[in-house]
């Protein structure tokens, strides 16, 4: 290299470490304080643990004929109480509530209680309860607390299991 594309490439190498390093420092900055948690919550968070699926949602999109647009609404949470087709779900964390919602069933909904088919009279208090509404129809899953579902197949990776045939992961220490 040449005197000259030696001074080009250390300049480049300065800038690009000067906006990194004030990237950092107004990153940094910007972010909440960590002092007071413990380093095991600190990664807990970035691995997704804090942040759960949806528990009310409303999304705009385009109908499946191609014009216009429709609105798809979903609810998740806890079912709280059933009174003929309205069901009354209480949304939120473990601890905390964000709000009770009634919902009415329509009479056509594909409804699915421990990955069974079901009507809204099968779901219980207390069952874990997904309610997905759109102008093309109404679905509801709902699960109790001691349903684990079983392996569909076609999903492997860390949580799925090896593919079939493939040995499993070695024996820990």
């Known amino acids: 290299m040449t005197r000259t594309s030696w001074f080009k490439a250390g300049s480049l190498a300065a800038v690009c470490a000067t906006v990194g390093a004030v ?6 900055a910007a972010s909440p304080s960590t002092s007071g948690s ?3 919550e600190h990664w807990r ?4 643990d804090r942040i759960g699926p949806p528990i009310h949602a409303e999304a705009v999109v385009p109908k ?7 609105t798809v609404t979903e609810d998740n949470g806890k079912l709280k109480s059933r009174s003929g087709n309205d069901i009354t779900i209480t949304e939120g964390t473990q601890t905390e509530t964000y709000k009770d919602v009634t919902i009415t069933i329509a009479s056509g909904a594909k409804v699915v209680r421990n990955g069974q088919k079901a009507t809204v009279d099968n779901l ?13 129809g109404t679905r509801v899953m709902a699960a109790d607390a001691n349903f684990r579902p079983r392996f569909q197949g076609g999903r492997r990776g860390f949580r799925h299991g090896p593919p079939p045939g493939m040995p499993g992961p070695p024996p820990g220490p």
């Not at 990237?23 to 940094?28: E, L, M, V």
């Not at 499946?64 to 429709?70: A, L, P, T």
């Open 38 to 40: 413990r380093p095991a």
């Open 45 to 48: 968070m970035h691995r997704g």
């Open 124 to 136: 219980e208090d207390g069952d874990f309860v997904h309610v997905i509404q759109s102008p093309e």
């Open 64 to 70: 499946r004929s191609g014009n216009g647009f429709e």
């Open 23 to 28: 990237a950092g420092i107004a990153g940094g």
